[in-house]
């Protein structure tokens, strides 16, 4: 009804808020597009840790074909616009403090994979 640019503003104040909000731990899982947003990422990586699980394209079509929440997938080519979006996003997507490679596994493994690059970059600010 508003379109993406009103959803990225909202999206962009909820982020806000939830990061100037207590506790001052908490874990904030943000869609695809949010930290493409330049004052989101700069927010983020302000003010936060962030972590990127990162994907490749067999394994985002596989996890999206099951799906219809993603209007910009719906009726078309989803493997080719995938494409798109990595070529243009994972360079952006990067920048994150912490990388995560995901495949095709458990949601348990996934996050032991998260828990372990969040301690080994605790300790790796540590020593500097």
Not at 60 to 83: E, W
């Amino acid at each position: 009804m508003y379109g993406e640019e009103e959803f990225r503003r909202v999206e962009q104040r909820v982020i806000e808020r939830l990061l100037d909000t207590p506790p001052a731990l908490k874990v904030i899982s943000t869609g695809e597009g949010a930290f493409i947003t330049p004052a989101v990422r700069e927010m983020v990586l302000d003010r936060a840790l962030s972590v990127w699980l990162r994907a490749d394209l067999d394994l985002l079509v596989k996890r999206t074909g099951a799906r219809d929440t993603r209007p910009q997938l719906l009726n078309t080519d989803s493997r080719k616009i995938l494409g798109q979006l990595i070529d243009e996003r994972y360079k952006i997507y990067a920048l994150a403090d912490i990388t995560v490679e995901t495949h095709d596994e458990s949601l348990r493994k996934t996050l032991g994979k998260v828990l372990r690059a969040i301690d080994d970059y605790s300790n790796r600010q540590e020593k500097e």
